[in-house]
């Protein structure tokens, strides 16, 4: 069964303070690993998918990146406005269901 | 509109009520799902359609019935709920359910709680 761990659970960090991530992840062959931001009270918004180990992808302040067995989101230079729960979730190769993490709920304060 | 819309944000409904949630995709998608969300807890899948026809029920109590009247619609008909069944509900919708990781986008949800 495929298993995706994130930590750490909560993340407090003062704006400009850089920080990562961690999604751990365990599946029998990976299709796609994604990353989504969620606001309070919204949806989950899409921001990345990585395919391979060694993959990198960038989108203004975040950057995520990929080896066999885990993915970090890195923040750097964050913003009140980054504030957020940033989820992770594993597509296997044989199968359509994503497997998600519990998420790291980030607060950046001004 | 545009992307994945979803129909009454908030609903608040009593044990023996019978109400719909709606579900809209405007982006041409294949495939289309409802999962669950709880505080604290990683996202439950609950159904999954391709091309109008269901091809998951995740375990889900059969006082969630879901219809997908075509590609671009799904409804969540809900009777009999039990209070533990507040929760975020999600819709989401991709391109294709298995030919390459395609990306899921989800609506807003609808807050239900269940009194």
């Known amino acids: 069964e495929d298993q995706v761990t994130q930590s750490p659970e909560a993340l407090r960090l003062q704006e400009g303070e850089s920080s990562s991530l961690n999604c751990s992840y365990t599946v029998s062959g990976l299709r796609g690993l994604f990353w989504y931001r969620q606001d309070p009270g919204k949806g989950p918004e899409f921001l990345f998918t990585l395919y391979s180990a060694g993959e990198e992808k960038e989108k203004e302040r975040l950057k995520a990146t990929l080896t066999k067995k885990e993915s970090f989101l890195h923040i750097t230079a964050p913003k009140p406005e980054d504030s957020a729960t940033y989820l992770c979730?594993?597509?296997?190769?044989?199968?359509?269901?994503?497997?998600f993490g519990a998420g790291t709920t980030v607060t950046v304060r001004a | 509109e545009t992307g994945v819309t979803q129909t009454p944000r908030h609903l608040v409904m009593g044990m023996t009520n019978k109400k719909s949630l709606k579900c809209e995709q405007h982006l041409g998608h294949n495939a289309m799902y409802w999962y669950k969300q709880s505080a604290k807890k990683p996202l439950e899948l609950m159904f999954v359609?391709?091309?109008?026809?269901?091809?998951e029920n995740n375990s889900v109590p059969s006082r969630f019935s879901p219809e997908c009247p075509n590609s671009s619609h799904l409804f969540l008909h809900l009777h009999t709920l039990q209070p533990e069944d507040s929760a975020l509900y999600l819709c989401a919708s991709s391109q294709e359910l298995l030919a390459g990781a395609y990306e899921q986008y989800f609506g807003p949800g609808t807050r239900l709680t269940v009194t």
């Open positions: 359609y391709s091309l109008e026809e269901r091809v």
């Open positions: 979730a594993v597509q296997a190769r044989v199968d359509y269901k994503l497997s």
